[in-house]
Structure formats: structure tokens, C-alpha cells
């Protein structure tokens, strides 16, 4: 394979991983208790940089899955690679940790959001909570964990 293509490939992997681990950063240590220490109700200003971050995200799940696959199959000679290695057992362990994510996003992007974005139209008393907002919070934290976790498996995958 051409280096290039492997150098853009990895540089891409890793520009999609800080946008969307970075994302998750700044949404739940930056944003929300920024606007709540103010006295603003977060659910409004959740949605909001949801709904900007979600494009993000998905793009960042793309490029991460196939310059992965790109990463994979240069590093990988063989599927019993994976298993038999301490690398392969890593790279197991951050695809675990991706598909995760990508099944948090998945609930939040298409069950979560949709609902709390109906809850929030809905009447209700003044600072009250919205409806569903802390199964965001929950699912979003919990990403942030997995993307974590999904770093500290890459300072690992150095070192194996």
C-alpha cells in the first residue's frame, strides 16, 4: 500500500477520533455545567449543540470506520493475528470500545434526541426537567467513558 495512503489514513482516523471524543469533551465538561452554574436551563442548550455536533459525529463514526479498516488491514496479516498477538488483542478491544459508541450514538441520534426534542416543545412548568433529558445525559456520559477508555487502549497499542 502506498505510504501516503497510510499516513492520510491515520492522520484521518485520528482527526475523526479528537472531533468526535473531543465533542463529547466539550459537551459534557464544558457546555453543560457552563450554562447550569449561570442558572440557564440545559436541556435547551443540550439540544442545541446536539443537534450541531450530530453531523460531526456520524462523519467522525465514517471516517473512523474506514480508515480503520485501512489501519486493520495493513497492520493485521491475518484474522488469527488478532487473536494470537497482544496488538491484535488491543485493536479487539478498541473495536469493542468504537461499536459501543456507535451504539450509544445510534440510541441517542435516533430514540433519545427525537423524544427529548418533542418533550422540550411540550408545555411545562418553568425549571422543570425535560422528559428523557437524563437518559441523555446518562448516554452521554457513558460515551465519553468508551471514548476514554478507546484513548487509553491507543497509549496501550504503543506499547505492545
Known amino acids: 500500500m502506498d505510504m501516503a495512503l497510510l499516513v492520510a489514513a491515520r492522520w484521518l482516523h485520528l482527526l475523526a477520533a479528537t472531533t468526535w471524543v473531543g465533542g463529547l469533551i466539550f459537551m459534557n465538561l464544558v457546555l453543560t455545567p457552563a450554562v447550569s452554574a449561570r442558572g440557564i436551563p440545559p436541556a435547551p442548550v443540550r439540544m442545541m449543540g446536539i443537534a450541531r455536533f450530530r453531523p460531526f459525529a456520524w462523519g467522525s463514526i465514517g471516517v473512523i470506520l474506514v480508515t480503520g479498516l485501512v489501519n486493520l488491514f495493513r497492520g493485521a496479516p491475518s484474522l488469527d493475528f488478532l487473536f494470537a498477538t497482544a496488538w491484535g488483542n488491543v485493536i479487539l478491544v478498541k473495536i469493542f470500545l468504537f461499536a459501543a459508541m456507535v451504539v450509544v450514538t445510534g440510541v441517542n441520534s435516533w430514540f433519545v434526541f427525537p423524544h427529548l426534542r418533542q418533550q422540550a416543545a ?13 437518559a441523555l445525559v446518562l448516554l452521554s456520559r457513558t460515551n465519553l467513558a468508551l471514548g476514554v477508555a478507546a484513548l487509553l487502549a491507543v497509549a496501550v497499542l504503543r506499547q505492545v
Do not use: D
Open 122 to 134: 411540550a408545555p411545562r412548568r418553568p425549571g422543570s426537567a425535560v422528559p428523557g433529558e437524563k
